[in-house]
Every structure is written in structure tokens, then in C-alpha cells.
């Protein structure tokens, strides 16, 4: 049944995020505890544009190789990446549209908190969050085969 206000779908969930202070010792408890294993972590420099303009910034995370899949997100001080009470974060979704898709969760009271823009100003990751649960992430489903081939390797593709 197709009720929903926009195309991304419950079967286009793909991850749950964790803020954590210290990526590695997050990695190893959840390997420990549960047998999770990581692929190598992924850093760089994003230009984010937040509700008060446009920043750079270093994000750095790492995604379980196990399904289900984690995404592991270093905190940034003074931001929306910040652990979350109840140690969820988001649900992270494939979109085909992240600027159509971002704009019908902001119609629907879910308010864009932050969004990735590459150089030419195609957004390519969002965040948004409601007044209720975790907030959403929605990632270009454009990503996806790269995301897949570095969950299949372990690492970063040669």
C-alpha cells in the first residue's frame, strides 16, 4: 500500500546511527558484545549547510560490515552530531531525490537540521528531525553502490 508523502519507502532504510564520543572503543564493545566488524573509517571535509548558513565540516564515521548495519558518527561539540539519550541517532534512508524528498519531511513537520551539498549544490545527505523518535537521514541512493562495495571489501575500495 503506497501512503506515504514522498517516494522514500520503509524498505529504503539501510542503517541506524550512533553519535559516539570514540568511534574505536564504540567499534570494539559492539564487537564484543554482539560480533560486529567495520569497514575502515570514512573522514573528510563536508560543505553542511545548517539552518543559519553554510560550514565545513570533518565528519567522520564507520559502517558495520554485519547486518543489521551501524553507522558509527564521531560527536562534533556544538552541533546536531551529538549522542542521543536513547543511543539512537537516526535512521539512515536511500533517496532518490534528497532536495524533493528533504522538502516533503519539512512540509510534513519534520524540519531540515542540516543538509550535505556537493560543489555544483546537488544535495546528497540530510538531516531532518520531528518532534517526536530519531531523526531521519536521507542519503542519495547514488552512494549506494559505492556504500555497497566498501561493506563488501571491508575498506575503502583501492
Known sequence: MENNVFGVRAADQFHVGLVVDDIASAADELSTLWGYEWCEELSG?????????????????????????????RSIPGTLWQPADSGVHHLGYWSDDVAADSAALARCG???????????GTAHW?????????????????????????????????
Open 45 to 73: 571535509r563536508s560543505h553542511v549547510v545548517l539552518p543559519d548558513g553554510g560550514t565545513e565540516l570533518e565528519l567522520r564515521s564507520v559502517y558495520s560490515v554485519t547486518t543489521p548495519r551501524i553507522e558509527l558518527v
Open 110 to 120: 519534520h524540519p531540515c537540521e542540516a543538509m550535505g551539498v556537493r560543489r555544483d
Open 126 to 158: 540530510a538531516f531532518h528531525h520531528g518532534p517526536g523518535g530519531p531523526r531521519i537521514e536521507l542519503v542519495t541512493r547514488a552512494l549506494q553502490p559505492v556504500l555497497e562495495r566498501i561493506w563488501a571489501k571491508g575498506r575503502e575500495p583501492s
